[in-house]
């Protein structure tokens, strides 16, 4: 098995540290991880910045990678925050290091985060989607310093969540959705099966089986598996069902990477 999208305490919203995280994916019989600490310029929330010290992130992901090399294969990760008005930032950001592997997420559209209540206030449900997928689509058009887009339909989520009564993913909304597909799998850019919605027990697939199914019609074949992990005990969480979904939508590989290049390991073989 292996999980794509683990966090440690160097991520703020953490407090389990490195060393924990991975000898419980070991304890697991967890092959491979790719630590993938938060880093989301200009978040706006100043008691959960997201704002990664690069000189001890990146110390940490030599000392583990070092020290557990013969037990766990640690890919050196990062989930960047994107955002249209930080392009630059993310830009160094991706930059400042050789990452075997970067998670784009969009956690915020129009300077707002999109798990904060306003986001879903004043607003049709259409309009909070269209916003919030027009901006993906801005940025993945001129943004390519990514691997795969993270939790590609979070706004589902939390829409699920503050306005219930809305509708998710309908047709013109799956419109812009084909448009950014299109562009990262011309980009050869992934989407990663996220399984953190369990933990949060939220009945949202993120993606959403339409988002995989399009995906994979439209010619993407890169997909991660993530737990999105901040404590030990949701690594690889729910991933069974998360190469059901794989397999239900067309998949019959999931990646891997090293130095931005990925890898493809048979569903069958997990
Ligand atoms: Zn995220
Ligand atoms: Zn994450």
Known sequence: MLDYHVHTSLS???????ELMIEEAIRLGIKEIAVTDHHDPDYP?????????????????????????KSLNIKKGLELGIQQTSLDKCRASAGNYPYDFIIGSFHMSGGIPVDFPEFYQDRSGIE??????????????????????GHMNLVDRYQHIYRPEEPLNPPEIMDIVREILKVIIYDGKG?????????????????????LKMYKELGGEILTLGS????????SYN???AIDLAESCGFRYIASFKEMKPDFIKTMHL
């Open 12 to 18: 703020d919203d953490s407090d389990t540290p490195a």
């Open 45 to 69: 929330d100043p008691d959960f910045p997201f704002n990664l010290n690069f000189t001890d992130y990146h110390e940490m992901l030599e000392r583990t990678s070092e020290k557990y090399y």
């Open 128 to 149: 909070i989607q269209e916003g919030y997928y027009r901006d993906i689509l801005e940025c993945v058009k001129i943004f390519k310093n990514y691997s795969i887009i």
């Open 191 to 211: 989407l990663e099966i996220n399984t953190s919605s369990f933990r949060y027990k939220t009945p949202v697939s993120v993606p959403s089986p339409e988002i």
């Open 228 to 235: 999105d992990a901040h404590t030990p005990e949701f690594l």
């Open 239 to 241: 991933f069974r069902y």
